[in-house]
């Protein structure tokens, strides 16, 4: 049996597939994971994946291509060539599964199976309803077992990457906690002046501090390491990151691709989340976390990417010493 597994969203959307996908590959020959490029380094990450077919779609992301006839019909050969018996779609709550499907009969998929509150007329053959506010660890787990992929004995359905081992050479040695300041958009991160004087206290309680982000967040990452943080942006691509947050002792973050990935390795999240999509669905799956920020402000529920509300009330009032607070409770463990 050859499968099909598609999220064409953001990084941290296919990581919480990843548990799908295990579920799939127990019982397929082959698996195929069809993602945006900014999802493929996390679907090359997960165990069960045979390949990565990259493409983007024009109804997805903050700015989605032009539809092309061309490239779809180029995508549609492929997954014809792929010789795909079966295929998932898996999407958000809030997205249709249709086009994605519409575009799978085209190269002949003789079985998908999605969530969908659409009538989906001969697009689909296992039409799922999602259990309301179910995380999306857990829907697409759900979507999985309807479509004839229970989760495997003894799998305990958390997300989970390959091969993710420190990294001393980028760290140093010794026990360490990660602060990763940055988010795809502005709603979701709290502020720069914040995380930069949570860093200078992690570091006056006796913490080491290591700041992480990506290629185009050099100067926050400086900014808010300062002088006392051991600055990482644009140093870690994503198995390296992968590697830093495994041998943290906890990760603080926002509501963004690098704490589904601290949850995938295991680490525990100090988690900034921003309401503007509900913690249930997307919050860290599987780990000790704690949860910062006020998830009855205005702005929940919005999808908003800038914040709706003067001075960002739902993360700003949570104060550096608030972080200090749940770092150490997370590092003590359970009670």
Same mark, same amino acid.
């Given at each position: ?23 799939v ?29 990259v ?27 792929a010789?795909?018996d ?15 499907a ?15 509150v ?20 857990e ?8 479509a ?17 081992r ?20 502005a ?16 570091a006056?309680?006796?913490h080491?501090?290591?700041v ?11 900014? #808010?390491?300062? %002088?006392? &943080?051991?600055?990482?942006? +644009?140093? $870690?691509? !994503?198995?390296? /990151? *992968? =590697? #830093?947050?495994? %041998?943290? &002792?906890?990760?603080?973050? +926002?509501? $963004?691709? !690098?704490?589904? /990935? *601290? =949850? ?13 999509? !509900?913690?249930?669905r997307?919050?860290?799956?599987g ?10 402000? !205005? ?9 709706p ?22 590092l003590?463990?359970?009670?």
């Open positions: 049996m050859r499968a099909l597994v598609v999220r064409l969203d953001s990084f941290g959307d296919v990581l919480l597939a990843g548990p799908a996908v295990r579920a590959a127990h019982r397929a020959d082959r698996v195929a994971v069809l993602c945006g490029p900014v999802g493929a380094p996390a679907a090359r990450m997960l165990p069960g994946v045979d390949e990565v077919l493409w983007e779609a024009p109804w997805v992301g903050f700015t989605p291509p032009p539809v092309d006839r061309t490239d779809i019909g180029r995508l549609v050969d492929r997954v014809a060539a010789r795909v079966v295929a998932l779609v898996l999407t958000s709550f809030h997205q249709s599964p249709l086009p994605a519409l575009l799978l009969r085209m190269a002949g998929v003789p079985h998908i199976a999605a969530d969908c659409d009538a989906p007329g001969s697009l689909l053959d296992v039409r799922h309803q999602r259990a309301p506010r179910a995380h999306e660890v829907a697409a787990l759900d979507l999985a077992e309807a004839g992929f229970p989760r495997p004995p003894g799998d305990d359905g958390r997300p989970r990457v390959r091969h993710a420190g990294a001393p050479d980028l760290t140093g040695e010794g026990p360490y906690v990660v602060v990763h300041p940055g988010a795809s958009v709603a979701r991160r709290w502020s720069p002046e914040r995380c930069a004087h949570a860093v200078q206290l992690l006056g309680a006796g080491r501090v290591v992480t982000g990506g290629p185009d967040e050099r100067d926050l990452t400086a900014f #808010v390491a300062g %002088a006392d &943080g051991l600055d990482l942006g +644009g140093r $870690t691509a !994503p198995p390296q /990151l *992968a =590697a #830093v947050l495994a %041998a943290a &002792g906890v990760v603080v973050t +926002g509501n $963004t691709g !690098p704490a589904h /990935l *601290a =949850a995938a390795v295991g680490t525990p999240v100090v988690s900034l989340f921003s309401p503007v999509v !509900p913690a249930e997307w919050g860290p799956y780990v000790p976390h704690v949860l910062l920020g006020d998830q009855t402000a !205005p702005c929940a529920a919005t999808r908003a990417r800038e914040c509300v003067p001075g960002h009330p739902c993360l700003d009032e949570v104060t550096a010493e608030d972080v200090v607070a749940a770092v150490g409770k997370l003590d463990g359970p009670a």
